[in-house]
């Protein structure tokens, strides 16, 4: 039987909407797996049943030429903020000091985060940035722990009488593989007794697949904070330097910066009131 024109055309309608709507689910599908693969795994809730090893002080610095906030051990931190000439210098002493005995302990370690990212600019510390960070495999940590925990060691400092003691203290929690152990992120601190200054030590993993305890896939690096690498990003680590001090640095050091500051973070010339200066390579007050 002959179909009207009408019908033919209502059906057309139908078919086109059905086409249309199967289209809009398979981009939606798309959509929703490549989201599924850039979106970092969620984390674990916390793990109940353990302490934190680890607390600091926060001395605050209202300019815009500093780092809003320094963080000090309070076993050792003085009762009042040390000044920000004084801080610098001790963070200069803190990098050469671990670098050096980490290089005497034959102990691999590499500087990460926002001490990697002072380094992708200009080899130096962010104006902004009163920390120090580095890393190092889990392997290398136990080893550490095994052998020098709480051990101290002495360095000149320049323009100082007495050497400062530095104290290497690995947290007892560091065994714990897990990102719901929040309260123990940091694995261990490079202290400055002096002011109670410090680096913080963390630790990369492998993972051997998702657990209730850790959220990555088999052979993921890791590390307890939640950042998350592939190896051949990290590995082979590379020889540089950071304010004149010899220090190791990762293979691919922008694209693990990218992944965690944004791509942006590493040609942005303004940032926490400070402009890039192309021609002196220095980060400079607004």
């Known amino acids: 039987m002959r179909r009207k024109p009408g019908n033919i ?7 086109s909407r059905r086409t249309l709507l199967y289209s809009l689910g398979v981009v939606m599908l798309l959509i929703y797996t490549l989201y599924l693969w850039r979106t970092p795994s969620r984390p674990l809730p916390p793990m109940p049943g353990t302490y934190q090893y680890f607390s600091e002080i926060n001395f605050e610095y209202h300019t815009h030429s500093f780092g809003a906030i320094s963080h000090c051990d309070p076993r050792f931190a003085p009762s009042q903020a040390p000044g920000i000439d004084e801080t610098k210098k001790a963070l200069f002493a803190l990098m050469k000091t671990y670098a050096a005995t980490m290089k005497e302990l034959h102990a691999e370690s590499w500087i990460a985060h926002g001490t990697l990212l002072g380094w992708h600019w200009n ?8 920390d120090i960070d580095v890393q190092m495999s889990i392997e290398t940590l136990a080893a550490l722990a095994t052998a020098y925990n709480m051990s101290e060691y002495q360095y000149p400092v320049a323009g100082e009488d007495r050497p400062r ?8 929690h560091y065994t714990i593989a897990s990102t719901r152990d929040v309260a123990n992120k940091i694995d261990g601190r490079w202290i400055d007794t002096t002011n109670g200054k410090y680096i913080d030590i963390t630790a990369i ?11 990555f896939d088999q052979g993921v690096l890791f590390s307890k904070d939640g950042h998350r690498y592939r190896s051949e990003d990290l590995f082979p680590l590379q020889d540089t330097t950071f304010e004149d001090i010899g220090v190791k640095v990762p293979r691919n050091p922008a694209k693990i910066l990218a992944e965690e500051y944004g791509k942006r973070s590493l040609t942005k010339t303004r940032f926490h009131w400070h402009r890039f200066n192309k021609a002196s390579r220095l980060w400079e007050a607004e």
């Open 165 to 172: 003691t530095y104290l290497l203290d690995i947290n007892p």
């Open 205 to 215: 993993h492998v993972s051997s697949g998702k657990t209730q305890h850790i959220p």
């Open 123 to 130: 080899q130096k510390f962010l104006p902004w940035d009163n």
């Open 9 to 15: 055309s209502a059906l057309m309608i139908v078919r």
